[in-house]
């Protein structure tokens, strides 16, 4: 990568994209959504966070260290779990989805990413933050999208189903026997994405970061070995993430006896 | 007929009197707290019904649920000698058969939750029920509500639970098919196994039942459930 081949961007040009907002705000307006306020509210909210992760990230390459990068790694698994918490319709009540999402998160997004950059790209030092931080923030993110799918899905089929399982489980079925239609319907939902995204990259969308690459000066054919090798890592991470969010949703809805306990959910939102 | 002596004012001890003091219950519940109903104890023998009336919202359907393990309660539920927790939840539901007032399914067709079951026993039973074989093969959302109860019925009873946990079995049904659920009701008992039937149909209770439960809404003032024995 040449960074001297990147076009350095003025605040001027930021604005310009940003006044893009205007189209997203009138249709909100025309179709009176409501929506823009949030719009507004996301786009500042983007704009600030990212302006901060640049100062963070720019700070921890400059130490280098491991103990700060593996802070970062759980500050970000940490608000992974939150958002998956968050973007629940029908949430577990307490603490049990946010140690849920959150631990599994990190186990994945740290096996994952450990396989991606210490055994493949093996760069010097192994923890290297600008290696190591931009592979977990995708596995991470895309992990954390599948997770939230899963445990959306699997709530809302297991309430809608409640009395076919409980039919199930008064046969004398097992617990997983009795929601394995559940299971399986969120297992499809999480796994999904990434089977179009693969299916479709570099016909219908150029990804992200192999554009980023391409865009600060990157050989294309070096930035689509990294997006190959990313595409591989994230399907992986969601397989992973689907299966523990659905296996982990399972186990809490449920008890010891292979009762459904849908009283552990939250009232909708 | 059985012969009621409630122990406690919160405990009801329902004994088993046709004559058969000598055999061993098939279900003891002892204390049994289900929902905001008062701990409830008694008894039921191999091959005797006990009914279990009461207003909606009494509380019968908790009480076979927690009979059935379904849901958490407070108390000891015996079977043939064997409290509930000392098997896995399935396996007792596997012997406690708890049969919903609106059965649903998890199949296109019935026939899925037939598999297990020997094809010549789901025969006899749809046979008993007034039902032709064909209707396993029928797409669910063209089974009628009360073939579809008499189905839950005869997927209830295909591997011969000692005990059935009967949530108004023929509250769908007209006046016929709920005779020939009587009759199969009464089979059961004929066999030796025992029921827990909740029904709002005194003349059903009055031709099954060896004995009544009767729940009144815990919230009508100062309200504990009462024993009442069938004439």
């Not at chain 1, 970062?72 to 999402?101: D, I, N």
């Not at chain 1, 931080?133 to 997770?147: D, K, S």
Request: glycine fraction near 8%; charged fraction near 15%; include cysteine.
């Amino acid at each position: 990568m040449n960074a001297a081949n990147t076009i350095a961007l003025t605040p001027l040009d930021l604005m310009l994209a940003a006044s893009l907002l205007v189209i997203n705000a009138a249709i909100s307006w025309a179709f009176g959504l409501r929506l823009e306020r949030g719009i507004a509210f996301a786009a500042t909210r983007m704009v600030v966070q990212l302006a901060l992760v640049g100062l963070v990230l720019k700070f921890i390459f400059e130490q280098t260290s491991p103990l700060w990068t593996l802070a970062l790694v759980l500050v970000m698994a940490a608000a992974a779990g939150v958002e998956v918490v968050t973007r629940q319709h029908r949430r577990l009540k307490g603490w049990q989805a946010f140690g849920l999402s959150s631990a599994t998160l990190l186990f994945i997004g740290v096996a994952i990413t450990s396989l991606g950059v210490g055994v493949i790209i093996e760069p010097e030092p192994w923890y290297a933050p600008r290696y190591v931080l931009p592979i977990l923030g995708m596995v991470l993110g895309n992990a954390m999208t599948a997770m939230s799918l899963v445990l959306d899905t699997f709530c809302e089929t297991v309430t809608r189903e409640r009395t076919a399982i409980e039919a199930r489980l008064a046969l004398g079925a097992q617990r997983q026997e009795a929601m394995s239609g559940a299971l399986r319907a969120s297992l499809r939902t999480g796994m999904t994405p990434i089977l179009t995204s693969m299916a479709t990259t570099g016909i219908v969308a150029l990804p992200g970061m192999m554009t980023g690459q391409i865009l600060a000066g990157a050989d294309p054919v070096e930035a689509v070995k990294y997006q190959v090798l990313i595409m591989f890592l994230i399907a992986a991470a969601t397989a992973l993430a689907s299966f523990f969010g659905g296996l982990g949703a399972a186990l809490l809805l449920t008890d010891k006896r292979h009762r459904l306990r849908l009283e552990r959910l939250a009232a909708p939102k | 007929m059985a012969g009621l002596a409630p122990a406690a004012p919160l405990l009801l001890r329902l004994v088993p009197a046709n004559n058969k003091k000598s055999s061993e219950p098939v279900l003891r519940v002892e204390h049994l707290q289900a929902g905001t109903l008062p701990p409830l104890t008694f008894e039921v023998a191999a091959g005797e019904c006990l009914a279990i009336e009461g207003p909606s919202g009494a509380g019968k359907t908790l009480l076979l649920r927690a009979i059935a393990d379904l849901d958490p309660a407070p108390g000891q539920v015996f079977l043939n000698g064997a409290e509930r927790n000392e098997m896995p939840g399935y396996e007792w539901r596997r012997h406690v058969r708890y049969c919903a007032a609106e059965p649903a399914w998890w199949t296109d067709t019935p026939r899925a939750a037939f598999a297990k079951a020997p094809p010549g026993r789901v025969d006899r039973l749809l046979h008993s029920l007034g039902l032709e074989p064909q209707v396993l093969d029928r797409a669910l959302s063209a089974v009628s509500t009360g073939e579809r109860q008499r189905l839950a019925l005869a997927r209830a009873l295909t591997d011969e639970p000692p005990l059935l946990l009967l949530d108004e079995p023929t509250g769908a049904l007209d006046p016929q098919s709920a005779a020939l659920v009587e009759e199969l009701i009464k089979y059961q008992m004929l066999s030796g196994r025992s029921a827990i039937l909740v029904s709002h149909d005194r003349g059903q209770i009055e031709r099954l039942a060896h004995a009544r439960l009767l729940l009144s809404k815990p919230a009508a003032a100062g309200a504990s459930p009462t024993v009442v024995a069938v004439p």
